[in-house]
Structures are given as structure tokens and as C-alpha cells.
């Protein structure tokens, strides 16, 4: 098997794509633009289930009321892995996509705009989300009450109540979740990519080259999503290291 370079390339031939992402791939296009084809995609996909996910959490965490109103509901889908959704999703969508939302049939932008997939963006979406609901609802729980007491008596409204104690106690946990829930996404990248009418991403890449052999670029774009991932969470460690360094000296 280790002689085998179509079932293990060598380590030679994963770096030589590596150091040259512009080269074409199985006409495909070049390493680097299939990658930022894919970081698109997530980063759409995760945007929309942080914008959903931050609200609809502060609200469960917060109200009581609301909890009861969704939380059973949502805890029946939160066990489902986004690729069982593909069948359903593709019944909801087909293959319509943003050219198809701005009207566009033609042209450069129709190109660009025909990458992103309502079908995938879904997918992402529905991994992103739930990491990122639970953290939200987490943080706002785990709200010292005493405080939002005591902003009540001393005449706080509910608008000061949200902006100087409850979301900046609640932010660390939101943050954290929003760090996994971007992890998550981009583990259903793949998956996304692999719905039908997708001809570009680093996962269909990947999924292309596995039926034409080429593991050498199956590995490379295995390593350039690990890669890819790894530097983002880099960055929210960041953000989290400068932002909210109050925590580690009440602890």
C-alpha cells in the first residue's frame, strides 16, 4: 500500500500542489480558487446562522416564554447530521441558486453568482446553527441574576439591561460558540459540495479527483481545508485572547 502512489501519494508530489495553488487542476481551476470558492460558501452559510442563531438564543435564554415556544421543537432536528438533510434539501431547492435570486442568466456574474447554491448554503447553515443557538442560550442562563436585579431597582431599562450586563457577560460563551459552530461548517463543506450542480469548491475538487484517481489532490485539498480552518479558529482565539482577557483574572 505504501508503494502505492494512487492510495498514498507521496508526501513529495501533496507538497508540489501546495506550493503551486494557481497551477490547473484536472480543468478544474487552480487550487487557490476552488478555496476561495469554498470560504464563500462557508462564510455565507455561517453568517446567516450566527444572524439567526445569536438572536433566537438570547431570546431563549432570556425568556422563558420563548424557550417553551421552540426549544422542544428544536431539540427534534438538533440530533440530525446535515447530510441527512441532502434529499430534503434538493426536493426544497433543486439546483436554483443566487444567479436565479438577482435574475442574472448570463454573463461574468452569472458565473459567480451560480456558485452559491441555496442547497449548500443550507447545509452549512444547519451545521453552523445549533453550536451556535446552544452556546448563545448557555451564556445568557449563566447570567449572575443578581446583577440584572440590581440594575432593575436602580431604574435600568430593559434596553441597558441587554446592552452593559446581559451581552457582555454572555458575549465569551457566544463567542465560543460561534468558534465551533465555524468548525462544524466547514466539516459539512464536503457534503455541500457534493450536491448536484456544484462544479467548483475545494470538496467538489476533492470529490472529483478521488473518481479520477488523483489522490494526490484529494490529500492537498484535504490539507488546504484543514489548513484553512485552522487559521480561522487561530483568529478567534485571537479575538478571544484580546477581547475578553477579564475572564481569566475573575477566574
Same mark, same amino acid.
Given at each position: 500500500?505504501?508503494?502505492?502512489?494512487?492510495?498514498?501519494?507521496?508526501?513529495?508530489?501533496?507538497?508540489?500542489?501546495?506550493?503551486?495553488?494557481?497551477?490547473?487542476?484536472?480543468?478544474?481551476?487552480?487550487?487557490?480558487?476552488?478555496?476561495?470558492?469554498?470560504?464563500?460558501?462557508?462564510?455565507?452559510?455561517?453568517?446567516?446562522?450566527?444572524?439567526?442563531?445569536?438572536?433566537?438564543?438570547?431570546?431563549?435564554?432570556?425568556?422563558?416564554?420563548?424557550?417553551?415556544?421552540?426549544?422542544?421543537?428544536? *431539540?427534534?432536528? %438538533?440530533?440530525?447530521?446535515?447530510? $441527512? @438533510?441532502?434529499? =430534503? +434539501?434538493? &426536493?426544497?431547492?433543486?439546483?436554483? /441558486?443566487?444567479?436565479?435570486?438577482?435574475?442574472?442568466?448570463?454573463?461574468?456574474?452569472?458565473?459567480?453568482?451560480?456558485?452559491?447554491?441555496?442547497?449548500?448554503?443550507?447545509?452549512?447553515?444547519?451545521?453552523?446553527?445549533?453550536?451556535?443557538?446552544?452556546?448563545?442560550?448557555?451564556?445568557?442562563?449563566?447570567?449572575?441574576?443578581?446583577?440584572?436585579?440590581?440594575?432593575?431597582?436602580?431604574?435600568?431599562?430593559?434596553?441597558?439591561?441587554?446592552?452593559?450586563?446581559?451581552?457582555?457577560?454572555?458575549?465569551?460563551?457566544?463567542? *465560543?460558540?460561534? %468558534?465551533?459552530?465555524?468548525?462544524? $461548517? @466547514?466539516?459539512? =463543506? +464536503?457534503? &455541500?459540495?457534493?450536491?448536484?450542480? /456544484?462544479?467548483?469548491?475545494?470538496?467538489?475538487?476533492?470529490?472529483?479527483?478521488?473518481?479520477?484517481?488523483?489522490?494526490?489532490?484529494?490529500?492537498?485539498?484535504?490539507?488546504?481545508?484543514?489548513?484553512?480552518?485552522?487559521?480561522?479558529?487561530?483568529?478567534?482565539?485571537?479575538?478571544?485572547?484580546?477581547?475578553?482577557?477579564?475572564?481569566?483574572?475573575?477566574?
Amino acid at each position: 500500500m505504501i508503494g502505492n502512489k494512487v492510495i498514498l501519494p507521496t508526501v513529495g508530489e501533496v507538497a508540489e500542489l501546495l506550493f503551486h495553488p494557481n497551477e490547473d487542476l484536472l480543468s478544474m481551476g487552480s487550487l487557490i480558487t476552488n478555496i476561495v470558492v469554498s470560504l464563500f460558501r462557508v462564510l455565507l452559510g455561517y453568517i446567516v446562522a450566527v444572524l439567526v442563531a445569536i438572536p433566537l438564543g438570547i431570546a431563549m435564554g432570556y425568556y422563558v416564554s420563548v424557550h417553551t415556544m421552540f426549544g422542544d421543537f428544536l *431539540n427534534l432536528f %438538533r440530533p440530525i447530521p446535515p447530510l $441527512a @438533510w441532502v434529499p =430534503l +434539501v434538493m &426536493a426544497w431547492f433543486g439546483i436554483a /441558486s443566487f444567479a436565479d435570486l438577482f435574475g442574472v442568466d448570463r454573463g461574468p456574474w452569472f458565473v459567480y453568482l451560480n456558485n452559491f447554491k441555496y442547497s449548500m448554503i443550507f447545509i452549512i447553515f444547519i451545521g453552523a446553527f445549533y453550536p451556535v443557538l446552544t452556546s448563545s442560550i448557555h451564556g445568557v442562563r449563566n447570567v449572575n441574576r443578581v446583577f440584572i436585579d440590581t440594575a432593575r431597582v436602580l431604574g435600568a431599562g430593559e434596553f441597558d439591561i441587554f446592552r452593559k450586563i446581559l451581552l457582555p457577560a454572555a458575549l465569551p460563551s457566544m463567542v *465560543n460558540g460561534m %468558534r465551533i459552530g465555524l468548525g462544524v $461548517a @466547514w466539516m459539512c =463543506l +464536503v457534503s &455541500a459540495e457534493m450536491l448536484p450542480g /456544484s462544479i467548483s469548491g475545494v470538496g467538489y475538487l476533492i470529490t472529483h479527483a478521488y473518481t479520477m484517481a488523483s489522490t494526490d489532490i484529494v490529500v492537498a485539498g484535504m490539507f488546504s481545508i484543514g489548513l484553512t480552518g485552522a487559521l480561522m479558529d487561530w483568529l478567534f482565539r485571537r479575538i478571544e485572547r484580546r477581547c475578553f482577557s477579564w475572564q481569566r483574572l475573575a477566574r
